[in-house]
């Protein structure tokens, strides 16, 4: 058995199938009551999740829709006999792609686990972080306060599939959606390390007064400005470390990672996902992302 959040993974029926995308996989698990090591995981084809697990990415749920499936479980009499749910590993969430219906009429059903199934297709990954921040504003943060959201089919079109569209034009999913950039996350307080000089040093707030939702702060070495950066809340969910910078003469000591891992600790503090991100090439920022735990947001 596999801890993943809040929930269990159990494995079945071993197949052709890679799922060692899950960080969490150990080398060794128990599962089936037996001992099976990493490439024996990475043969399952599909894996039963807890239903507490499982973020949603969708606001609302059709009635009409809802009776269709709650049909289907009447005629065949088990729900986890259906199609599995295909989910991702996205801003360390396991996020539902579909099948938001199925997940609720079980829950409703009083069902507690769910067979999942990897999506491995090419999507719009910068649009499901959107729909994450989008969710987590309302409070749609599990498959039971998802539950707890169904409308009219016509209330539906209205209330969901519009503002769907409408994600698009929206500003932090432009932030979101970078083709350029890198854009990594983490959800973990970062270590702030000493400088490699020993030295006095403190961070203070900055005043830019450029942007209600950007905050500066700079990191004085012995009263004088060595590094500086910024945290900017683009969306509800997702705050960004951004415009990290280190000054030539003290440039090397470690002033641009205690600046990041500061400004990821306040964005953590607060309840959110912090973001970061830099160009392929600038190496060391890379690294230095790296070490305040930031990985990849979406390939």
Same mark, same amino acid.
């Given at each position: 058995?596999?801890?993943? *959040?809040? *929930?269990?993974?159990?494995?079945?029926?071993?197949?052709?199938?890679?799922?060692?995308?899950?960080?969490?996989?150990?080398?060794?698990?128990?599962?089936?009551?037996?001992?099976? =090591? $990493?490439?024996?995981?990475?043969?399952?084809?599909?894996?039963?999740?807890?239903?507490?697990?499982?973020?949603?990415?969708?606001?609302?749920? %059709?009635?009409?829709?809802?009776?269709?499936?709650?049909?289907?479980?009447?005629?065949?009499?088990?729900?986890?006999?259906? =199609?599995?749910?295909?989910?991702?590993?996205?801003?360390?969430?396991?996020?539902?792609?579909? *099948?938001?219906?199925?997940?609720?009429?079980?829950?409703?059903?009083?069902?507690?686990?769910?067979?999942?199934?990897?999506?491995?297709?090419?999507?719009?990954?910068?649009?499901?972080?959107?729909?994450?921040?989008?969710?987590?504003?309302?409070?749609?943060?599990?498959?039971? &306060?998802? /539950?707890? @959201?169904?409308?009219?089919? $016509?209330?539906?079109?209205?209330?969901?599939? #519009?503002?769907?569209?409408? +994600?698009?034009? #929206?500003?932090?999913?432009?932030?979101?959606?970078?083709? &350029?950039?890198?854009?990594?996350?983490? @959800?973990?307080?970062?270590?702030?390390?000493?400088?490699?000089?020993?030295? $006095?040093?403190?961070?203070?707030? +900055?005043?830019?007064?450029?942007?209600?939702?950007?905050?500066?702060?700079?990191?004085?070495?012995?009263?004088?400005?060595?590094?500086?950066?910024?945290?900017?809340?683009? %969306?509800?969910?997702?705050?960004?470390?951004?415009?990290?910078?280190?000054?030539? @003469?003290?440039?090397?000591?470690?002033?641009?990672?205690?600046?990041?891992?500061?400004?990821?600790?306040?964005?953590?503090?607060?309840? !959110?996902? /912090?973001?970061?991100?830099?160009?392929?090439?600038?190496?060391?920022?890379?690294?230095?992302?790296? !070490?305040?735990?930031?990985?990849?947001?979406?390939?």
């Amino acid at each position: 058995m596999v801890e993943y *959040g809040d *929930g269990k993974i159990l494995m079945h029926d071993m197949e052709d199938k890679d799922v060692s995308q899950l960080p969490q996989f150990r080398e060794r698990e128990a599962v089936q009551g037996r001992d099976i =090591d $990493q490439s024996e995981m990475k043969a399952a084809s599909y894996f039963e999740m807890e239903i507490s697990a499982l973020t949603p990415s969708q606001l609302y749920i %059709s009635q009409e829709k809802l009776d269709r499936v709650r049909e289907w479980f009447r005629e065949k009499g088990d729900l986890v006999k259906m =199609d599995p749910i295909p989910v991702r590993n996205l801003a360390g969430r396991l996020l539902m792609t579909d *099948g938001h219906t199925r997940a609720a009429a079980a829950f409703l059903h009083g069902v507690t686990s769910l067979p999942c199934v990897w999506d491995g297709d090419d999507m719009d990954w910068a649009a499901y972080a959107a729909d994450i921040s989008m969710c987590a504003e309302e409070g749609v943060t599990s498959v039971e &306060k998802l /539950a707890s @959201r169904i409308v009219s089919a $016509q209330d539906y079109k209205h209330l969901w599939e #519009e503002r769907c569209d409408a +994600l698009y034009n #929206e500003r932090y999913y432009k932030v979101l959606k970078q083709e &350029k950039e890198i854009i990594c996350f983490t @959800r973990k307080p970062a270590r702030i390390p000493d400088p490699a000089d020993s030295c $006095q040093w403190e961070i203070r707030p +900055l005043d830019f007064g450029e942007d209600e939702d950007i905050d500066y702060f700079q990191l004085y070495r012995e009263g004088a400005p060595a590094a500086r950066g910024c945290i900017e809340r683009y %969306s509800y969910e997702f705050w960004e470390a951004a415009d990290i910078r280190t000054y030539d @003469r003290v440039r090397g000591r470690g002033y641009g990672t205690m600046i990041t891992a500061y400004l990821t600790n306040r964005i953590i503090a607060a309840g !959110k996902t /912090a973001t970061c991100r830099t160009l392929p090439g600038n190496l060391s920022m890379a690294r230095v992302m790296e !070490k305040c735990g930031y990985q990849r947001l979406y390939d």
